[in-house]
């Protein structure tokens, strides 16, 4: 069981919950700090910052953790850490809940576990629901164009939606290239200009870069047949290609999922003979000054995606235009703490503990209902 804050304590952090989906736990701070920063990983800068702040950081993994929910009390059991924990109504008063990286399917029992956690109205990061819709491009793209954000014009694309499956020579369909026209209005017919366009191809769930690819207009239909071959079942997002030169990386923030603040950004430059920008495949990063606009467009981004902690990205094009490329429910911090010179689970942290510190009722006050109403 858990250590109970006492009524009269000052209320602050003294655990934090962090799910993974690596094959081993992450490695424990005495490990961590041999290693050069520059090769920590995302749960490395967890356990530095946990560490620092003398909070108790407990890992469970996402694919196999199990739990009970009864009587007001979650029982964790995770047999790959070996960690055996329990939570209850108390526990809201020092304890956060933070999911990690989303790239990957945790199944029922996972599912079951952030449930509960939402529930019994634990502080959150970010809820099952938000993270759900941040990691699918689809789902997320649509919610930005519910209120009109600005972001390159996209499609969705099925081997169903590009070819008839009852023609047995997989003829592309006339009504494909009509969609992918829509992505060009300025071109109304498939002939004028065609030869010059490109198309950002992109899976539902990539991450870090991984899983999209430009391609120009003779090669599309070539390569989308091979992929629904392989996979007749894929699901991916076509954009408009937009000429840049990187793209910036915004950290947005909400202590009450309220009021958002950016805390930290980067201009990520493009990759030497690469169009992506991703820290994680090697891409430089320096400061950069936003301007008004791109500050209210990453703002507008935060609140509309209900995440407290959310990475904006944010691409500022050859046009003049400053276009959402998309944004994360886990941002890496790899990048945005060797630009910024602090480790940004260090900051996140600071401001929840300080946070908690001065709201005496957090039972009442973690507003995680309220934080779904967005202010739009």
């Keep these: 069981m858990l250590r109970i804050t006492k009524n009269g304590d000052d209320l602050k952090i003294k655990n934090v919950v962090c ?21 920590w990983s995302y749960q490395d800068y967890l356990t530095v910052a946990c560490h620092k702040l003398k909070y108790n950081l407990i890992w469970f993994n996402k694919k196999f953790v199990q739990c ?23 526990n809201i008063k020092d304890t956060i809940i933070f999911q990690g990286q989303a790239n990957d399917e945790p199944g029922v029992n996972y599912e079951m576990l952030m449930r509960a956690f939402e529930y019994m109205k634990f502080y959150m990061l970010n809820t099952f629901d938000e993270i759900r819709i941040a ?23 099925t081997k169903n939606i590009m070819q008839d499956p009852d023609d047995k020579h997989n003829k592309t369909r006339d ?40 391609c120009d207009h003779s090669e599309i239909e070539a390569i989308l047949q091979a992929i629904f071959e392989v996979d007749e079942e ?42 992506r920008s991703n820290v994680s495949l090697g891409a430089t990063t320096n400061e950069i000054d936003l301007t008004d606009e791109q500050k209210e467009i990453i703002l507008d981004t935060a609140r509309l995606s209900g995440c407290r902690w959310v990475g ?9 235009s400053n276009v959402v490329i998309e944004y994360n429910s886990s941002p890496g911090v790899q990048g945005i703490s060797q630009q910024i010179k602090k480790n940004m689970f260090t900051l996140i942290l600071e401001k929840v503990d300080t946070w908690f510190k001065e709201n005496k ?16």
Aim: glycine fraction near 4%; include cysteine; proline fraction near 5%.
């Design 19 to 39: 799910f993974f989906v690596a094959a081993e736990k992450p490695m424990p701070y005495e490990e961590v700090i041999k290693m050069k920063e520059t090769d």
């Design 68 to 90: 009970t929910f009864n009587n007001g009390i979650i029982n964790v059991n995770d047999p790959l850490t070996n960690e055996h924990v329990s939570f209850n109504k108390d």
């Design 135 to 157: 990691s699918d491009k689809i789902l997320s793209a649509n919610l930005l164009s519910s209120k009109n954000i600005p972001q390159p014009n996209y499609v969705l694309v």
């Design 175 to 214: 009504s494909f290239w009509q969609l992918l026209d829509t992505l060009y209005p300025a071109n109304e017919n498939v002939n004028d200009d065609s030869s010059e366009r490109k198309y950002v191809v992109k899976i539902l769930g990539g991450s870090l870069g991984i899983g999209v690819f430009i």
């Design 234 to 275: 894929r699901e991916l997002i076509i954009q408009q290609f937009k000429k840049n030169t990187g793209d910036i990386r915004a950290h947005a923030f909400s202590v009450d999922g309220v009021n958002y603040e950016i805390v930290a950004c980067m201009k990520r430059n493009k990759i030497d003979k690469d169009f």
């Design 312 to 320: 904006v990205d944010l691409m500022d094009c050859e046009d003049g």
């Design 361 to 376: 009722d957090p039972e009442n006050q973690l507003l995680y209902y309220s934080k779904h109403v967005h202010p739009f």
